[in-house]
């Protein structure tokens, strides 16, 4: 199976920027479409953004276009998740997933989740 290791994540001050990254180690992120969730404290897991294996076109939560960026260097298997103008409310564990092709389908596989945690 697909094996995911995010990285970047950590305590920044309100209006800072961060960069995570996501290896898919031994596999070819050209198959696959890689995207984030986040999961806040109490809440449910929640899509961030997702970047097609097939095209590259991508997607965002509405209320965070703007502020994230999406990319992926499939020649290092790696995606890329820039954060900017963090908020509190941008508190979250991290997550990168895959799922073949496209980002029509549910996640297949999961990281193991990088913590962001943002000042108030």
């Known amino acids: 199976q697909v094996q995911l290791v995010e990285s970047g994540g950590g305590l920044v001050q309100p209006g800072d920027s961060l960069r995570l990254s996501c290896v898919a180690s031994?596999?070819?992120?050209?198959?696959?479409?890689i995207g984030w969730f986040r999961q806040a404290p109490g809440k449910e897991r929640e899509g961030v953004s997702c970047?097609?294996?097939?095209?590259?076109?991508?997607y965002y939560s509405n209320s965070l276009k703007g502020r994230f960026t999406i990319s992926r260097d499939n020649a290092k298997n790696m995606v890329y998740l820039q954060m900017n103008s963090l908020k509190p409310e941008d508190t979250a564990v991290y997550y990168c997933?895959?799922?073949?092709?496209?980002?029509?389908?549910?996640?297949?596989?999961w990281g193991q989740g990088t913590q962001v945690t943002v000042s108030s």
């Open positions: 997933v895959a799922t073949p092709r496209d980002c029509s389908g549910p996640p297949d596989y």
């Open positions: 031994g596999y070819s992120l050209d198959y696959y479409a």
């Open positions: 970047i097609s294996s097939s095209d590259g076109r991508t």
